[in-house]
C-alpha cells in the first residue's frame, strides 16, 4: 500500500525531555511538512522540505527541529525549548509533478501529551 | 496571523440539505485545496481548485474561485450522515510550497 506513516499514534513525554516523531512515505514525493493542530483549530506549519537535505522554518519552527537525510523520511523533533508542546502532529507529503504542486497526502497524526 | 479564515466555524443541518462553506485567503495563489478530516484522524484531500478555474465539481461537491475577492466556496449537496467532519481550505501561494490553512468548518449533519 502506498501512503504516509507516522509513528508513533499516541506519545506521552515528561517536561523537559526531547521527543522524535516519525513519519516515513513510500510515495516518491519530494515534498514533506510538518503541521500541529491543536484542539479545534486548523493546521499551523511548523516545518517543510521541497528537497532532500534541505527543509525551511514554517509558522511555528521555534522550539522544533527536522531532517531530510532521505526522501522517504522527515523525522520531527519536540525539544524542551517547545513551551506548549501537547498537540496533535500532522505530517504530510506532496508531488511537483511538471512543476505544479499537487495535493499534500496526510499521515494519521501523532498525539503528544505532556505530562 | 496567516492563516486563512472559514466561516461559518460550525454548520449543522439535516440529512438531505445542502452545505455551504466559505473560505478566505491573503495572497495571490496557485491553487486552493479542500480538505475533509474525521475527528482524531489526518486529512483526506477532497478537491483542487487551479488559479485560473472559477468552478469545480466531483460528485456531491462543487467547490468555485473568486480570486478578485481571495475567496472560494465549497458546496456540500444532498448531505449525509456520514459527511459530519471538519472541513478545511488551504491555498498554495504562487511561487511557493507552502500551503496556509483555513481555520476549518466543523459540520454536523443529522440524520
Not at chain 1, 484542539?39 to 527536522?66: H, M, T
Not at chain 2, 445542502?18 to 478566505?24: L, R, V, Y
Not at chain 2, 449537496?77 to 468548518?105: E, M, N, Q, V
Request: aromatic letters at 10%; glycine letters at 8%.
Amino acid at each position: 500500500d502506498g501512503g504516509i506513516t507516522q509513528s508513533p499514534k499516541y506519545l506521552f513525554r515528561k517536561e523537559g525531555q526531547n521527543v522524535t516523531l516519525s513519519c516515513e512515505q513510500n510515495l516518491n514525493h519530494d515534498a514533506m511538512y510538518w503541521y500541529r493542530q491543536d484542539p479545534g483549530q486548523g493546521l499551523r506549519l511548523i516545518y517543510y522540505s521541497q528537497i532532500v537535505n534541505d527543509f525551511q522554518k514554517g509558522d511555528i519552527a521555534e522550539g522544533y527541529s527536522v531532517s531530510r537525510e532521505k526522501k522517504e523520511s522527515f523525522p520531527l523533533t519536540v525539544t524542551s525549548a517547545q513551551k506548549n508542546p501537547t498537540a496533535f502532529y500532522l505530517c504530510a507529503s506532496s508531488d511537483r509533478t511538471s512543476g505544479t504542486t499537487n495535493e499534500q497526502f496526510f499521515g494519521p497524526g501523532t498525539r503528544l501529551t505532556v505530562l | 496571523s496567516q492563516q486563512g479564515e472559514e466561516d461559518p466555524q460550525a454548520l449543522s443541518i439535516q440529512e438531505g440539505e445542502n452545505a455551504t462553506m466559505n473560505c478566505s485567503y491573503k495572497t495571490s495563489i496557485n491553487n486552493l485545496q479542500w480538505y475533509r478530516q474525521n475527528s482524531g484522524r489526518g486529512l483526506v484531500h477532497l478537491i483542487l481548485i487551479r488559479s485560473n478555474e472559477r468552478e469545480k465539481h466531483s460528485g456531491r461537491l462543487r467547490v468555485t474561485l473568486d480570486t478578485s475577492k481571495k475567496s472560494s466556496s465549497l458546496l456540500i449537496t444532498a448531505s449525509r450522515a456520514a459527511d459530519t467532519a471538519s472541513y478545511f481550505c488551504a491555498s498554495l501561494g504562487s511561487g511557493t510550497y507552502k500551503y496556509i490553512f483555513g481555520t476549518g468548518t466543523r459540520l454536523k449533519v443529522l440524520a
